[in-house]
């Protein structure tokens, strides 16, 4: 009997609801059809295969949005992965509905560290034991309390704090599983690129965990990271490419042997159609069509959100839309809820609800000019700018902040040109969301802000009164105005 045995995982993650293919200079790239194509190419040329994905199935395109995640279970099931674990935006439609989705699911949906606070009851199954041709493959679903931010809100389920604890979890797995005759362990995380080399860095080798399979970060990799002899991979964002491992399993010393990685391009040349895929997909988009290819307006030209750390045109944009529109002093906008990269020229419904998802209340706030600053100076901290913490925020065009990042402090913070005064209060606008998780965002007790004055809802939906301004003006144009300048 042989003791190499050969075994392909093939993985995504932060699919975003990346159905349809796009033309990128003349060459048509990605979208779900191409991807099960090719999926299914490679169980059917290599016998041992397996498909996973690490997270974060929904949102970020209508037809996800518009059926709140069935379109995707139903599209998800004809692709048939082996094991599927959670992201955050798994629970953007909220933790009851997500437990009806994964009835719907075909396939499993792991996840070590999700739990109902009350009772300590994990809500899934915490990993999967997947036999392929007499191996044993351990899968376990890993994410962590930073980045289930939903979650956190409903205030019912909680989870791991941080990869301490998250290690601790998978040693507690492979020590129950390791007796089975494991011959190959996963981790299938949500963490991100960065927390996953520090979680590998902290496993035990006797665990025998063997890759990590990530997401959330939307890293794209040259080659795998080697940490603690655990190969950590992640495969960008959406549906233009896959990540492939070619793997060499010892079956005697249930280890991995050798493996080759890489990305694979979703591509004509590499992927055929999968027709069922588009049969599925026609039927939600001709519903999709009808309620959102009208045209809201016609920019003057094509606005960008290049990255989120940084003032860009898009941000400056709706801040200043729902400041005006709102009669906010200064709006707050972060830059994450912004998920495109571009708009326009010519905007659709449609193009409008995928560039800005997230949707739901403005909350107005009475917030002083030192309570001021102190948020911006937790927004600017260092964490951001070596690893990219989540929470920085476009504002509106009344304020403009100067950073310097090797002082550690603002330089100079204005509002209609005057220095911000420490015992006035600003009318400041954000979304729900970031409201609920104040403490998380700007490291200030929410309480003192709403000391200064009872707050309120202004606006139930924020994407609403952006269009409603849009398409009132034809022509718009945006440029950077230098209200958020970071001294490097």
Not at 24 to 46: A, C, F, H, P, W
Not at 179 to 188: F, N, P, S, W, Y
Not at 202 to 207: C, I, Q, R, S, V
Not at 357 to 386: C, H, N, S
Request: overall charge negative; glycine content about 6%.
């Amino acid at each position: 009997m042989n003791k190499f045995k050969k075994l392909t995982i093939l993985h995504s993650n932060d699919l975003h609801g990346d159905f349809l293919a796009e033309n990128v200079n003349d060459d048509l790239i990605g979208g779900v059809s191409m991807l099960s194509g090719y999926v299914n190419k490679v169980r059917n040329e290599v016998p041992n295969t397996l498909y996973c994905i690490a997270g974060d199935m929904f949102r970020g395109s209508v037809i996800d949005s518009e059926f709140k995640g069935t379109s995707t279970i139903e599209i998800m099931n004809a692709i048939a992965p082996d094991v599927v674990t959670l992201g955050n935006h798994e629970t953007d439609y909220g933790i009851a509905h997500l437990l009806f989705l994964e009835k719907c699911a075909k396939f499993p949906i792991i996840n070590a560290n999700l739990y109902i606070k009350s009772n300590s009851v994990r809500l899934f199954k915490p990993h999967k034991v997947l036999e392929v041709d007499g191996m044993k493959i351990l899968f376990i679903g890993i994410i962590t309390e930073s980045v289930m931010k939903q979650a956190r809100n409903e205030g019912l389920v909680g989870s791991f704090l941080d990869v301490h604890e998250a290690a601790e979890e998978v040693g507690r797995i492979c020590d129950a599983y390791n007796a089975t005759d494991i011959d190959l362990t996963v981790l299938l995380t949500h963490i991100g690129f960065e927390e996953d080399k520090q979680l590998a860095a902290m496993l035990d080798p006797a665990w025998g965990v063997d890759i990590i399979i990530g997401g959330h970060s939307h890293t794209f990799i040259e080659k795998p990271e080697i940490v603690n002899n655990i190969a950590v991979v992640q495969a960008g964002i959406g549906t233009d490419q896959i990540g492939r491992f070619d793997l060499t399993i010892d079956t005697d010393n249930n280890c991995l042997n050798d493996f080759e990685w890489r990305y694979v391009k979703v591509c004509p040349e590499n992927c055929p159609n999968d027709e069922a895929i588009d049969k599925i997909l026609a039927s939600y988009k001709n519903v999709t069509d009808v309620k959102y290819s009208r045209v809201i307006t016609r920019l003057k030209r094509k606005l960008t959100h290049p990255g989120r750390y940084m003032e860009t045109e898009l941000g400056d944009l709706f801040c200043d839309i729902l400041a005006e529109s709102l009669a906010l002093d200064v709006m707050l906008l972060a830059s994450g809820a912004i998920r495109n990269d571009s708009l326009g020229p010519v905007v659709q419904v449609s193009d409008l609800a995928e560039c800005f998802p997230y949707d739901g209340d403005v909350r107005l706030l009475y917030i002083t000019g030192k309570q001021l600053k102190a948020m911006f100076t937790y927004v600017f901290r260092d964490e951001v700018w070596q690893g990219g913490a989540s929470g920085f925020f476009q504002i509106s065009k009344r304020l403009h902040v100067k950073y310097d990042v090797k002082q550690r402090k603002i330089s100079d913070f204005t509002f209609d040109g005057e220095p911000i005064e420490d015992d006035r209060l600003y009318k400041v606008g954000m979304q729900q969301f970031h409201y609920r998780s104040f403490q998380k965002y700007f490291n200030f007790p929410l309480s003192e802000i709403e000391g200064n004055h009872p707050t309120r809802v202004v606006a139930s939906s924020a994407r609403v009164v952006i269009e409603e301004r849009l398409s009132e003006c034809q022509n718009i144009d945006k440029e950077i105005d230098g209200r958020i300048i970071i001294k490097e």
